[in-house]
């Protein structure tokens, strides 16, 4: 599998091979193809509001709404490999669950 161009090495945590299910690997390729700022983070984050993206190219899309240093923030959790997703959206974008 290393041998594929752009394969750089296998997800683990730890010493363990994490799987990731399928829905996040979706959501994850979401997030790329949309073009939008975003950064990752291993940060321990407490968990904020669950919302819905209401209207963009994410819309549909849920996770947890964030405020981090006086901004908000879009957050997806990827637990299995203890990394977050950020993106900055306007609040408008998002609506409770």
């Known amino acids: 599998i290393r041998m594929i161009e752009a394969v750089v090495n296998f997800v683990h945590q730890g010493k363990r091979y994490a799987t990731i299910p399928e829905e996040q ?8 193809e949309t073009g939008l700022h975003m950064q990752t983070s291993t940060e321990l984050i407490e968990p904020g509001e669950i919302v ?9 899309c849920w996770g947890e709404l964030m405020e981090i240093k006086n901004e ?6 990827l637990e299995m490999i203890n990394q977050v997703l950020i993106a900055n959206l306007p609040q408008e974008y998002l609506e409770k669950i």
């Open 52 to 60: 819905r993206i209401s209207y963009g190219p994410l819309k549909d």
């Open 25 to 32: 690997i979706f959501l994850i390729q979401r997030f790329i």
């Open 72 to 77: 908000k923030h879009f957050i997806v959790r």
